[in-house]
């Protein structure tokens, strides 16, 4: 279950396909609501996204990461390269997190305001 939630890829996935498969479900139906919904999808991929530090570790890892200095090896153990490559997961996630926030904010509050203006245009 933790593995899904801090799967950077499924995350991202899920929060660009969610707006494309209701975009299309909209027209189809020309219900608006439905891509309005996209962006509570999108907002929680991506809240998930910008917590994935949090989501994978324990209340007792996060505070040792917090308070313990690590002075590392000469040659990092194998642990510590697994945390190395985690940690710059971390990051990744954390830089497609808030983009995710906000352009799902934006739809779920005007996504059938914004579609009903471009379905009009054209």
């Given at each position: 279950?933790?593995?899904?939630?801090?799967?950077?890829?499924?995350?991202?996935?899920?929060?660009?396909?969610?707006?494309?498969?209701l975009?299309?479900?909209?027209?189809?139906?020309?219900?608006?609501?439905?891509?309005?919904?996209?962006?509570?999808?999108?907002?929680?991929?991506?809240?998930?996204?910008?917590?994935?530090?949090?989501?994978?570790?324990?209340?007792?890892?996060?505070?040792?990461?917090?308070?313990?200095?690590?002075?590392?090896?000469?040659?990092?153990?194998?642990?510590?390269?697994?945390?190395?490559?985690?940690?710059?997961?971390?990051?990744?996630?954390?830089?497609?997190?808030?983009?995710?926030?906000?352009?799902?904010?934006?739809?779920?509050?005007?996504?059938?305001?914004?579609?009903?203006?471009?379905v009009?245009?054209?």
């Amino acid at each position: 279950m933790w593995n899904l939630l801090t799967n950077i890829k499924l995350l991202i996935f899920i929060g660009i396909s969610s707006p494309v498969i209701l975009i299309i479900i909209s027209i189809i139906t020309r219900e608006w609501h439905w891509f309005q919904r996209s962006g509570a999808i999108i907002v929680i991929a991506g809240a998930l996204l910008s917590s994935r530090k949090i989501i994978r570790k324990s209340k007792a890892e996060l505070f040792k990461d917090e308070t313990v200095m690590n002075m590392g090896h000469f040659v990092p153990t194998e642990k510590e390269k697994k945390e190395e490559k985690q940690i710059e997961k971390d990051i990744k996630a954390f830089k497609w997190g808030p983009w995710f926030l906000m352009f799902g904010t934006i739809i779920w509050a005007f996504g059938d305001l914004i579609i009903k203006m471009l379905v009009s245009v054209f």
